[in-house]
């Protein structure tokens, strides 16, 4: 597969900034005021420890710009570093809604505007607003849009920045997202876009993102690189949840598989939190699905016994960056997590004239 002008830079190279969404309707916000407090708690929370190593540009639904400045300013915080600007919106998963951002060969930054489709179509799913949140982000950043006619979202990929990417094949192959769409067409479209010359499939994503509100598959909550070579694993040590089985197929492909620069992979395992089951069953809450940041990691956390150490696997994968846990345990309730509701922008040098 030939790279096409555009790359995607890996999370961990700098950032000259991140984007995120505010809940302000629908299933994220819940059927209570309590529920929908707690929805706005978590994503404010997110938002100020992001702020603390970089800055935030929250998009909020024009109904609900003046709450999110309420919200991300609460107990005692500034506004410092988060910038609010307002557009419609029908949901608040930055990631998947947002463009991919790229740099060309001459220094320029680019952000892909994928089809969103609310996931494949799903039921529950509202995308009027969310469908055009791609061309508002790239419009309101000031870089070069490109068009892409593959449903795709955010969270279904992962790069390594140097040709590699991570990507799942009930979500690219879904037929909800891309009938009649085959591997090959995938990786040529992801070679034009993010300059992928090497595509790494794996044959699915956790067990509790195909139930309702899931993804049907994100590699996000999965599998991600923390340096050329290195893959991040979930791994559920407990034989009696289902993902048990999940890790060790993706763990047995991933160590036999090779980047694009044909080297072999170091995975590195992730221990999954201790809990098992919640009152829907079993939990996909994953410490893959963080985001990498300027000098540092914003992780998810979950009160869980488990959180210090695997908290202390990313810490000495990102050697040098400073790991600060955020509970999202709200944001798995919806169907996410902290990298879900966050897209990084990078920093670029000035192109070529």
């Known amino acids: 597969m030939t790279a096409g002008a555009w790359r995607m830079p890996p999370e961990w190279a700098p950032h000259d900034r991140t984007w995120m969404a505010w809940p302000s309707a629908g299933y994220t916000l819940g059927d209570t005021e309590d529920e929908a407090d707690v929805a706005r708690g978590t994503w404010a929370a997110v938002a100020r420890a992001v702020a603390g190593f970089e800055p935030v540009v929250l998009v909020a639904d024009p109904s609900a710009s003046a709450t999110a400045r309420h919200w991300v300013g609460r107990g005692g915080a500034t506004v410092h570093g988060i910038e609010v600007v307002e557009a419609p919106l029908d949901d608040a998963w930055m990631r998947d809604i947002g463009p991919t951002f790229v740099v060309g060969a001459d220094g320029r930054l680019g952000a892909v505007d994928w089809v969103f489709n609310g996931w494949g179509a799903q039921a529950w799913a509202s995308w ?4 055009r ?29 140097l040709g590699t990417v991570l990507l799942t094949e009930t979500v690219q192959l879904d037929p909800g997202r891309n009938p009649g769409l085959t591997r090959a067409d995938v990786e040529a479209e992801l070679a034009r876009t993010i300059g992928a010359t090497t595509c790494l499939w794996l044959p699915r994503g956790l067990t509790r993102d195909y139930d309702e509100f899931g993804t049907r598959g994100h590699v996000d909550i999965v599998a991600t690189f923390a340096s050329p070579g290195v893959v991040l694993l979930h791994w559920q040590q407990d034989p009696a949840h289902p993902d048990h089985e999940v890790s060790r197929e993706l763990e047995a492909l991933l160590a036999s598989s090779r980047d694009a620069r044909g080297e072999p992979l170091e995975v590195v395992r992730v221990p999954a939190p201790k809990t098992l089951e919640d009152d829907e069953g079993w939990v996909d809450w994953s410490y893959i699905n963080h985001l990498v940041v300027n000098d540092g990691v914003v992780a998810c956390t979950y009160e869980d016994p488990q959180d210090a150490d695997s908290l202390a696997v990313l810490e000495a994968a990102y050697d040098g960056r400073r790991v600060v846990g955020v509970d999202a345990r709200p944001l798995f309730d919806r169907g996410g997590g902290i990298h879900c509701i966050t897209q990084q922008q990078p920093r670029v040098t000035d192109p070529a004239p």
């Open 128 to 131: 009027e607003h969310d469908a």
């Open 133 to 161: 949140i791609g061309t508002f982000v790239a419009d309101r950043a000031g870089v070069t849009r490109i068009g892409s006619d593959l449903v795709n979202e955010g969270g279904g990929i992962h790069v390594d920045g």
